[in-house]
């Protein structure tokens, strides 16, 4: 009780003294991050059992993902606009109800359109999730929203690392209907959520219910949606490549170089690690340099070890592998705040926008990935996805909004 009044203190003087971002909210609502993420990287985790199970075409796993991804980017623009201005503080955990009963939904589907229901929910679980916990990691960052959003966001990249793992271990041996104890976790993730929406409230009350910002450049409307229209290509590329090692890496693993499924889970594992800890890096970095900076170097300095891929070895595909996921994720925090500090009374909808733009490229590709490997192979989708980072040379459009603050 005695740091829960301590922690309310420090919320209503935060607008009067400048200090460190609120790390304790911060930490939390990146650990609830790790566990939806966590539950939600299940279902992908899971393709290569339903679809032996279910008898499943690539293209019906890329139907799987479009989805779940778009059920996600289309709602989280939606949300984040009202939440602009009506923001529902206990939205937070309420958002655990509906990823729960996609996995309960999972864990007994024996059908095709009662897996793309799962699939539904689990992203509308997420769309009414990261608009409102961005905003909340924002608020709590007292003037370093990069290394904010970072943390935030490695908690998800962590969980979407975990589950993976997870799978091999405790789901593939014990079948699809295991699937139903991850409700545990969701109910852990809601008891988190609800201190973090406690949390939120005081800082509503306190504010008189909104959150008030005024812009920090001097560019014009136009110049602004030309930037927002660049960053939006730049995740366009960063998500539809992302998306080829998230869904098909085990895949191609197991084709090319012969491995069982758990080893495969494993090289998965490493890789979605990677990201996970260059999502730390860019967001402090990008505090530190600037993030267009990291927006050059994260998009377009990846595209050598993404053309070098599909001609590796085992040893160097899994060297390569870490190394596009330590540079490829540093981007997309930089491009978050990025967008934020281009629009910044506008968070709850740029952090829907963009959370809502990276799932749905991420369906997109998925599914136009999926129909090209049951065509040309899954070999094919690694050389035509290697030319996607070229597109981080329009990076040199941005406007420089960091030296006119």
Same mark, same amino acid.
């Given at each position: 009780?005695?740091?829960?009044?301590?922690?309310?203190?420090?919320?209503?003087?935060?607008?009067?003294?400048?200090?460190?971002?609120?790390?304790?909210?911060?930490?939390?609502?990146?650990?609830?991050?790790?566990?939806?993420?966590? *539950?939600?990287?299940?279902?992908?985790?899971?393709?290569?059992?339903?679809?032996?199970? *279910?008898?499943?075409?690539?293209?019906?796993?890329?139907?799987?993902?479009?989805? !779940?991804?778009?059920?996600?980017?289309?709602?989280?623009?939606?949300?984040?606009? !009202?939440?602009?201005?009506?923001?529902?503080?206990?939205?937070?955990? *309420?958002?655990?109800?509906?990823?729960?009963?996609?996995?309960?939904?999972?864990?007994?589907?024996?059908?095709?359109?009662?897996?793309?229901?799962?699939?539904?929910?689990?992203?509308?679980?997420?769309?009414?999730?990261?608009?409102?916990?961005?905003?909340?990691?924002?608020? +709590?960052?007292?003037?370093?929203?990069?290394?904010?959003?970072?943390?935030?966001?490695?908690?998800?990249?962590?969980?979407?690392?975990?589950?993976?793992?997870?799978?091999?271990?405790?789901?593939?041996?014990?079948?699809?209907?295991?699937?139903?104890?991850?409700?545990?976790?969701?109910?852990?993730?809601?008891?988190?959520?609800?201190?973090?929406?406690?949390?939120?409230?005081?800082?509503?009350?306190?504010?008189?219910?909104?959150?008030?910002?005024?812009? &920090?450049?001097?560019?014009?409307?136009?110049?602004?949606?030309?930037?927002?229209?660049?960053?939006?290509?730049? *995740?366009?590329?960063?998500?539809? !490549?992302?998306?080829?090692?998230?869904?098909?890496?085990?895949?191609?693993?197991?084709?090319?170089?012969?491995?069982?499924?758990?080893?495969?889970?494993?090289?998965?594992?490493?890789?979605?690690? +990677?990201?996970?800890?260059?999502?730390?890096?860019?967001?402090?970095?990008?505090?530190?340099?600037? &993030?267009?900076?990291?927006?050059?170097?994260?998009?377009?300095?990846?595209?050598?070890?993404?053309?070098?891929?599909?001609?590796?070895?085992?040893?160097?595909?899994?060297?390569?592998?870490?190394?596009?996921?330590?540079?490829?994720?540093?981007?997309?925090?930089?491009?978050?705040?990025?967008?934020?500090?281009?629009?910044?009374?506008?968070?709850?909808?740029?952090?829907?926008?963009?959370?809502?733009?990276?799932?749905?490229?991420?369906?997109?590709?998925?599914?136009?990935?999926?129909?090209?490997?049951?065509? &040309?192979?899954?070999?094919?989708?690694?050389?035509?996805?290697?030319?996607?980072?070229?597109?981080?040379?329009?990076?040199?459009?941005?406007?420089?909004?960091?030296?006119?603050?």
């Amino acid at each position: 009780m005695e740091n829960t009044l301590d922690l309310n203190t420090a919320v209503l003087n935060s607008s009067r003294i400048k200090r460190k971002p609120f790390f304790a909210v911060i930490f939390a609502i990146s650990f609830a991050h790790m566990l939806n993420d966590m *539950m939600q990287s299940m279902l992908l985790a899971l393709y290569p059992m339903l679809k032996l199970g *279910m008898h499943l075409s690539f293209a019906q796993i890329g139907l799987v993902t479009l989805t !779940y991804q778009l059920t996600a980017s289309l709602l989280q623009p939606l949300v984040g606009m !009202y939440t602009d201005q009506h923001p529902k503080p206990y939205s937070l955990p *309420m958002s655990m109800g509906f990823t729960m009963a996609g996995l309960l939904v999972l864990s007994q589907a024996t059908t095709f359109s009662l897996l793309l229901c799962a699939a539904a929910m689990v992203g509308m679980g997420s769309s009414i999730f990261h608009p409102e916990s961005s905003r909340v990691a924002r608020i +709590a960052s007292n003037g370093q929203p990069g290394l904010t959003q970072s943390l935030f966001q490695v908690g998800g990249n962590m969980g979407s690392a975990l589950g993976p793992l997870f799978a091999a271990l405790l789901i593939l041996p014990h079948g699809q209907n295991s699937v139903k104890w991850l409700s545990i976790a969701a109910l852990l993730a809601c008891a988190v959520l609800s201190q973090v929406s406690r949390w939120y409230k005081t800082h509503l009350t306190r504010s008189a219910g909104k959150i008030k910002t005024t812009a &920090r450049h001097t560019l014009s409307r136009k110049q602004v949606v030309l930037a927002m229209l660049v960053l939006g290509l730049l *995740m366009f590329s960063k998500f539809f !490549y992302t998306s080829s090692l998230s869904s098909y890496y085990t895949f191609y693993l197991i084709e090319k170089f012969h491995l069982a499924l758990k080893e495969a889970q494993i090289y998965l594992f490493v890789f979605l690690f +990677a990201v996970a800890a260059g999502t730390i890096a860019g967001g402090f970095i990008g505090d530190k340099i600037g &993030r267009k900076r990291v927006i050059w170097a994260s998009i377009l300095g990846v595209a050598p070890f993404t053309l070098m891929l599909p001609h590796a070895n085992l040893f160097w595909t899994a060297v390569l592998s870490v190394l596009i996921g330590l540079i490829l994720s540093s981007a997309f925090s930089a491009i978050l705040v990025f967008a934020q500090d281009l629009v910044p009374d506008k968070v709850g909808t740029i952090s829907g926008l963009f959370f809502g733009l990276a799932f749905g490229m991420g369906g997109l590709g998925a599914a136009l990935l999926g129909r090209l490997a049951d065509e &040309r192979g899954i070999t094919s989708v690694y050389e035509v996805c290697a030319y996607l980072p070229l597109i981080g040379l329009l990076a040199a459009l941005l406007p420089d909004i960091e030296h006119k603050q």
